[in-house]
């Protein structure tokens, strides 16, 4: 879909197709839903943009030989950004939503998994494109992970609809971002330094002067 207007509430509606193939760190791997880890023409867009959000996302996986029933491949949706990734197939299927995979029996894709809208969306409305300025969960709406044998590969399909906000300003740097960020987190510590000395004074009680009663 081509862009909506132009500046700050411009948006513009974007689809994309991704094949990722995921290799095993000790039997598990996991990644942030970002616009950096969604491939290079979501990168690219984001780069024109300054907030984004999921409208839409589904999967498939197809595991190599090294998975077997006794050893299957997992992926699966873990919401926000945890602290605490699922790291082993139990614990990603405990996940909604999510999938499994028994390599060697299983010779064909496994079944497409749509992503509910309420874990597309995430804690907010919409996240950041400039990853590293914010904290994570500002720029990651759910988390994708992986799990399976040791060394094993894990071929994920993704089709995924993105919506892009806000026309960033090219001359824009991460760290011109950042120090202008900076910048308004100290002004709003000033003014509200300033508020509770206004609160302080207005429930401040004066001093009566002491009275001498004379005998």
């Known amino acids: 879909m081509p862009r909506v207007g132009r500046g700050k509430g411009a948006t513009t509606v974007q689809s994309f197709h991704l094949l990722l ?5 000790s039997g598990s791997a996991f990644a942030f839903v ?10 690219s867009e984001a780069d024109a943009w300054t907030l984004w959000r999921v409208r839409s996302f589904r999967f498939r996986i197809l595991s190599d030989s090294t998975h077997s029933a006794a050893t299957p491949a997992a992926f699966g949706v873990q919401e926000g950004a945890p602290n ?17 995979h028994c390599g060697t029996g299983e010779t064909t894709w496994s079944r497409w998994v749509t992503v509910p809208s309420s874990v597309c969306a995430g804690e907010f409305s919409w996240y950041q494109t400039l990853v590293g300025t ?13 799990a399976g044998s040791t060394s094993g590969v894990i071929q994920t399909e993704f089709y995924f609809t993105l919506e892009f906000k806000s026309q960033a300003n090219t001359s824009d740097t991460p760290a011109a971002l950042l120090l202008r960020q900076r910048v308004r987190e100290e002004r709003a510590l000033g003014i509200l330094a300033s508020d509770h000395m206004a609160i302080a004074k207005a429930l401040a009680v004066p001093c009566s002067p002491s009275v001498v009663q004379k005998t």
């Open 84 to 100: 605490t990734v699922a790291s082993t197939v139990a614990t990603i299927l405990d996940l909604w939503p999510s999938v499994l």
């Open 134 to 146: 914010f904290t994570q969960s500002q720029a990651t709406p759910f988390t994708i992970v992986w």
């Open 34 to 43: 970002t616009c950096t880890n969604l491939g290079n023409r979501a990168l």
């Open 21 to 25: 193939s995921k290799t095993m760190s």
